[in-house]
């Protein structure tokens, strides 16, 4: 009779144990898995044409990647930031600035050889 008593709390020890009282993992639901973002985001210096000269401008990127510059464009530029924390050096056509970590707040930059040229980027937690 013990021995009956102890098998049916142990049955009914594994049946609570794998209920979900959640629902997180039921029947029918699907997991999620976690969004993953590259570790680069690569920003491109189109042409001289004011605020649409970098592409894409304005854009949202996570703290946790890292920031390039590629100049598309047929002449050299030089990204800097407004306030002078970030400076890209002079970028020769077809070539990519080095990876940079910015950050969080909303930058404005532009190019030092051609003023006009505007962009922005706004840097987020994970």
Not at 48 to 59: A, K
Not at 83 to 100: F, N, R
Not at 101 to 119: D, L, N
Request: hydrophobic share 35%; with cysteine.
């Amino acid at each position: 009779m013990r021995m009956l008593s102890i098998g049916m709390l142990l049955a009914t020890f594994v049946a609570v144990s794998a209920c979900d009282t959640n629902g997180a993992n039921g029947p029918g639901s699907t997991p999620t898995a976690p969004t993953v973002l590259p570790p680069q985001v690569t920003i491109d210096v189109a042409e001289m044409n004011g605020p649409y000269s970098f592409y894409p401008s304005p854009i949202v990127v996570q703290s946790d990647q890292t920031v390039l510059w590629r100049n598309s464009d047929t002449v050299t530029h030089h990204v800097v930031f407004d306030q002078g924390s970030i400076d890209t050096g002079t970028l020769a056509p077809g070539t990519l600035s080095q990876p940079m970590a910015i950050g969080e707040g909303t930058w404005s930059y532009h190019c030092s050889i051609h003023p006009t040229m505007v962009g922005s980027v706004t840097i987020t937690a994970p």
